[in-house]
């Protein structure tokens, strides 16, 4: 899709009250920073403030507290929320996808030179090496990717999450510096915190998300439901306004303008260069590795374009099933019911015609798995089996 004209999408409206939006310094809030930074909300007729956040467990708190009125937020929110888990007082939405990708697992220099590439020389290091403690691996809160696609990537080679390793949970600016200090041996985080450690020499990155779980989801734009219930008007114009940052984010040519925007104090704070470097990563993993592991022909590190912004409600029975996995959860009686309240895609999808862009048919489309889809009436089914399978072993 070709850049969007800007003018023709203001709205001849007065301002409303201050809107507050909150981030972590993160490369995937480039959307939310870019609406601001390039005059889109306030076309829009929204007076937005950007409130940057150490973590997401404040994002959490503020949000369901009512301190902030929308957060570029991890997309395992609204699911632990509506499950009642991890101290949130009231159920999340999400309204809206910001991308996909972006992430990736890093070892540290000390692991990397000890020849670890992989899961797998990563469990032979584990079964050979004569240490005091298990290695200690931090990811982003519970409910992330980041800690499910980690636990996934290692498992892959045998490696226990819960016993061979330690896993631990940083806010994602914090990491790079714990690694640089020796208090960390790995981490599974977004960027440009992978890219920071590899350019200070004190990591190496192994390998992205978007390898292990192709243009999986990451964050969204997440509302509580009574702020949606209250406020429903503001949801469009301030998914629009989003949506037109997301053309100018994943448009290459953009992508110095927008490291430098991203590079600012008040959003990632550290070098333009290093978010350059970090916009360009995936092209960067492709250069580096052997024809062999080369990922398919259209993988992409990570998507920031509107088309892979709709809210699904097939992203949150993944995650669902993924807690269920690792018994983080006991198997859910109709996640498919669950999920809805996830989501909410009529403000998004009055946007996204306002703009030309398409939706999918239905809230729960096909999520794209390592190997085949995953659809809806096929998960039910799956979790049918499950519950079955725990109610008689127990």
């Given at each position: ?241 989003i949506l037109r940052a997301c053309v100018f984010c994943d448009e290459q040519a953009n992508y110095p303008a927008l490291a430098a925007m991203l590079a600012k104090p ?129």
């Amino acid at each position: 899709m070709g850049a969007m004209p800007i003018g023709s999408f203001i709205k001849s409206v007065h301002p409303v009250r201050a809107l507050n939006i909150g981030f972590v310094p993160l490369v995937d809030a480039a959307p939310v920073i870019a609406a601001f930074e390039l005059g889109f909300f306030a076309e829009e007729g929204l007076d937005v403030r950007l409130e940057r956040q150490i973590g997401w467990g404040n994002v959490r708190d503020k949000l369901t507290y009512g301190h902030l009125d929308a957060a570029h937020a991890l997309i395992g929110m609204p699911s632990l929320s509506v499950l009642g888990g991890d101290r949130f007082a009231e159920p999340l939405i999400a309204v809206l996808n910001l991308g996909s990708g972006g992430d990736a697992i890093t070892l540290s220099t000390r692991l990397a030179e000890a020849g670890i590439t992989s899961s797998g020389t990563f469990a032979e290091w584990l079964r050979r090496s004569a240490r005091r403690s298990p290695p200690v691996i931090a990811h982003v809160f519970s409910c992330s990717m980041h800690h499910y696609l980690l636990r996934d990537w290692l498992a892959s080679a045998g490696i226990d999450p819960d016993v061979d390793v330690s896993l631990c949970v940083l806010p994602p600016a914090q990491m790079a510096g714990h690694m640089a200090k020796g208090y960390l041996d790995g981490f599974c985080v977004g960027e440009p915190w992978n890219t920071l450690a590899e350019s200070e020499r004190t990591g190496a990155i192994v390998i992205a998300t978007t390898e292990l779980l192709p243009a999986h989801p990451e964050k969204s734009l997440i509302v509580s439901r009574r702020w949606a219930d209250e406020n429903g008007s503001l949801l469009e114009p301030m998914i629009r306004a989003i949506l037109r940052a997301c053309v100018f984010c994943d448009e290459q040519a953009n992508y110095p303008a927008l490291a430098a925007m991203l590079a600012k104090p008040k959003y990632l704070d550290i070098e333009a260069k290093v978010v350059e470097a970090s916009l360009n990563l995936g092209r960067t993993l492709i250069q580096r590795r052997s024809s062999r592991r080369q990922p398919s022909t259209d993988w992409r590190l990570r998507d920031l374009s509107p088309q892979s912004t709709f809210p699904s409600g097939t992203h949150h029975l993944w995650l669902m099933g993924e807690m269920v996995r690792w018994k983080h959860q006991l198997p859910i009686d109709d996640p498919i019911a669950m999920a809805k309240r996830c989501v909410d895609t009529s403000p998004y999808r009055a946007a996204a015609a306002s703009l030309g862009i398409e939706c999918p048919p239905d809230d729960f489309p096909p999520m794209r798995l390592r190997s085949g889809w995953l659809k809806a009436e096929s998960f039910s089914a799956v979790q049918r089996i499950n519950r079955k399978v725990v109610s008689s072993e127990v």
